[in-house]
């Protein structure tokens, strides 16, 4: 296994990297051979992703691995959720494929909830209500862009999309088609049932495969193209988070949750099948696939987009600073001096979170912060008390008694948020791998290949391989105040 090389291609909303991986001295080993930016751009009133520029990025990183004249085996994009591209056997692409932000669902949300019932889509899929799903977006094409679905032949999300790039060969992986709204995890197929309420048309849902699928070799074009040969594309966890939480380093029981912090934040547990009744769909959860048929009954809620969008408001106003920076600067700042709903409805696209935030706090009797580390700092106590609301429902829900929380992802390089997350939460905290979901990609595409044999081992290679921190909870009055003022902003829309 040291000698065989595994690539993972790992896309977000900020950046997508090509990571190099290898087993050696039973440890894995992770290079990053390329990085680039990666945000959507805003067209004629609408907001879309330049997947084919993503696309020439990857194939830059591909040629970088061939130029170390390794073995590689294999690779695997994975991506976020929800998104997806439209094409046909003649088109690679029909259009340009809309951002999950983008507002068209904000005429679709509410009046398909309302024809339909919250109760039967809840039956149907298992997945929290957000706008940004799939569902909603399909159905503004139906409405919208019907010109451009009858000349469509399928439609793929992100990741499998680029997968199909790779290999020729169209398939959704399970991961990524239960972020989608349209999934039925109790048949393991599209939701006909969603599919005949919306008139949405049957002949775009491609074919859905298991985590951790072979779907064959790299294109004869893509050979050319980037030099490597003999290399496998592989349907891992296609979904970014189903990849994070194979990688959590947990020991078997189940007193643990995961939280994968990035732009978003994902809080749940795993189960051996899905948990689709009432509390769950009242509580607002989710329940998406996961490698080795696993369920991550989980919680999507906002996440470091408040602090990723206040700096990019700071840089466009000449204030560069770095995350680190951000983190010492509310390190020194004071504590819970404002407080806001990270999940509140202000939030999720505002044309200035900076400003957003100041209008949160003014409505709320609040001290608006006025310095960037007091902004910082309103940004991570706020997510670590939402973190230990979630928690608690999470328990209420399961049955299970959670004494740690492991945070994986970029979100786990902060000390100071998962010093928070331990005393707002309660529970112990243990933060890492920091690349979590490369790291899943990577250790799911040596399970497809026979090189491990099941999540077991993938659990037990990342807890030798990388360190993992932990925190213990200091639960003070100031903590104990605060969770009953982060209370009080449950009322609010």
Same mark, same amino acid.
């Given at each position: 296994?040291?000698?065989?090389?595994?690539?993972?291609?790992?896309?977000?909303?900020?950046?997508?990297?090509?990571?190099?991986?290898?087993?050696?001295?039973?440890?894995?080993?992770?290079?990053?051979?390329?990085?680039?930016?990666?945000?959507?751009?805003?067209?004629?009133?609408?907001?879309?992703?330049?997947?084919?520029?993503?696309?020439?990025?990857?194939?830059?990183?591909?040629?970088?691995?061939?130029?170390?004249?390794?073995?590689?085996?294999?690779?695997?994009?994975?991506?976020?959720?929800?998104?997806?591209?439209?094409?046909?056997?003649?088109?690679?692409?029909?259009?340009?494929?809309?951002?999950?932000?983008?507002?068209?669902?904000?005429?679709?949300?509410?009046?398909?909830?309302?024809?339909?019932?919250?109760?039967?889509?809840?039956?149907?899929?298992?997945?929290?209500?957000?706008?940004?799903?799939?569902?909603?977006?399909?159905?503004?094409?139906?409405?919208?862009?019907?010109?451009?679905?009858? @000349? *469509?032949?399928?439609?793929?999300?992100?990741? $499998?999309?680029?997968? %199909? !790039?790779? =290999? +020729?060969?169209? /398939?959704?992986?399970?991961?990524?088609?239960?972020?989608?709204?349209?999934?039925?995890?109790?048949?393991?197929?599209?939701?006909?049932?969603?599919?005949?309420?919306?008139?949405?048309?049957?002949?775009?849902?491609?074919?859905?495969?298991?985590?951790?699928?072979?779907?064959?070799?790299?294109?004869?074009?893509?050979?050319?193209?980037?030099?490597?040969?003999?290399?496998?594309?592989?349907?891992?966890?296609?979904?970014?988070?189903?990849?994070? @939480? *194979?990688?959590?380093?947990?020991?078997?029981? $189940?007193?643990?949750? %995961? !939280?994968? =912090? +990035?732009?978003? /934040?994902?809080?749940?547990?795993?189960?051996?099948?899905?948990?689709?009744?009432?509390?769950?769909?009242?509580?607002?959860?989710?329940?998406?696939?996961?490698?080795?048929?696993?369920?991550?009954?989980?919680?999507?809620?906002?996440?470091?987009?408040?602090?990723?969008?206040?700096?990019?408001?700071?840089?466009?106003?000449?204030?560069?600073?770095?995350?680190?920076?951000?983190?010492?600067?509310?390190?020194?700042?004071?504590?819970?001096?404002?407080?806001?709903?990270?999940?509140?409805?202000?939030?999720?696209?505002?044309?200035?979170?900076?400003?957003?935030?100041?209008?949160?706090?003014?409505?709320?009797?609040?001290?608006?912060?006025?310095?960037?580390?007091?902004?910082?700092?309103?940004?991570?106590?706020?997510?670590?008390?939402?973190?230990?609301?979630?928690?608690?429902?999470?328990?209420?829900?399961?049955?299970?008694?959670?004494?740690?929380?492991?945070?994986?992802?970029?979100?786990?390089?902060?000390?100071?948020?998962?010093?928070?997350?331990?005393?707002?939460?309660?529970?112990?905290?243990?933060?890492?791998?920091?690349?979590?979901?490369?790291?899943?990609?990577?250790?799911?595409?040596?399970?497809?290949?026979?090189?491990?044999?099941?999540?077991?081992?993938?659990?037990?290679?990342?807890?030798?391989?990388?360190?993992?921190?932990?925190?213990?909870?200091?639960?003070?009055?100031?903590?104990?105040?605060?969770?009953?003022?982060?209370?009080?902003?449950?009322?609010?829309?």
């Amino acid at each position: 296994m040291s000698e065989k090389y595994y690539v993972a291609c790992d896309l977000g909303a900020e950046s997508g990297r090509v990571i190099l991986g290898n087993v050696t001295d039973g440890k894995l080993v992770l290079e990053e051979l390329h990085r680039f930016p990666n945000s959507a751009a805003r067209i004629q009133g609408s907001l879309r992703w330049n997947v084919l520029g993503i696309f020439e990025e990857l194939k830059k990183g591909l040629r970088k691995v061939a130029d170390r004249n390794v073995l590689v085996s294999s690779l695997s994009v994975d991506s976020w959720g929800v998104d997806y591209v439209l094409f046909n056997q003649n088109q690679p692409m029909l259009s340009l494929p809309y951002q999950y932000r983008d507002s068209r669902t904000e005429g679709t949300y509410e009046p398909a909830i309302k024809k339909a019932g919250r109760e039967k889509i809840f039956n149907e899929t298992g997945i929290q209500f957000m706008s940004i799903n799939t569902l909603y977006h399909m159905i503004a094409d139906v409405q919208e862009n019907s010109d451009v679905l009858e @000349v *469509a032949d399928q439609f793929l999300t992100i990741a $499998d999309y680029l997968n %199909y !790039l790779f =290999s +020729g060969v169209a /398939s959704n992986e399970v991961s990524l088609a239960s972020t989608t709204q349209m999934y039925n995890p109790t048949t393991g197929n599209w939701s006909d049932e969603l599919i005949r309420e919306f008139s949405l048309p049957a002949k775009l849902f491609p074919p859905i495969v298991p985590s951790g699928t072979r779907l064959g070799p790299l294109t004869d074009e893509l050979r050319s193209e980037t030099g490597l040969q003999n290399v496998d594309v592989v349907a891992t966890c296609s979904h970014d988070t189903g990849a994070a @939480v *194979a990688a959590v380093p947990a020991e078997a029981g $189940d007193d643990w949750a %995961y !939280l994968s =912090s +990035g732009t978003w /934040s994902l809080i749940g547990v795993e189960l051996p099948q899905p948990l689709i009744n009432e509390k769950a769909r009242t509580e607002n959860f989710t329940n998406e696939a996961g490698f080795g048929g696993t369920t991550r009954f989980l919680k999507n809620i906002v996440g470091l987009w408040l602090l990723q969008e206040s700096r990019r408001s700071w840089i466009r106003q000449g204030q560069e600073y770095g995350y680190a920076e951000l983190n010492q600067l509310a390190d020194e700042a004071e504590p819970f001096r404002s407080l806001v709903d990270p999940n509140n409805a202000a939030f999720m696209s505002p044309s200035d979170m900076p400003t957003a935030i100041v209008d949160f706090c003014q409505k709320t009797g609040q001290p608006a912060p006025e310095t960037p580390g007091q902004f910082t700092r309103c940004i991570l106590e706020s997510l670590s008390l939402l973190y230990g609301q979630t928690l608690d429902t999470l328990e209420g829900l399961t049955d299970r008694k959670i004494t740690k929380l492991h945070i994986v992802g970029g979100g786990s390089q902060s000390t100071l948020l998962n010093q928070f997350a331990a005393n707002a939460t309660g529970r112990t905290v243990m933060a890492g791998p920091v690349e979590a979901t490369a790291v899943g990609n990577v250790l799911i595409q040596a399970v497809a290949l026979g090189d491990l044999d099941s999540l077991g081992s993938i659990r037990e290679l990342v807890r030798k391989s990388f360190p993992i921190e932990t925190y213990h909870p200091d639960s003070s009055a100031q903590w104990q105040e605060a969770r009953q003022r982060f209370q009080q902003f449950e009322s609010m829309t």
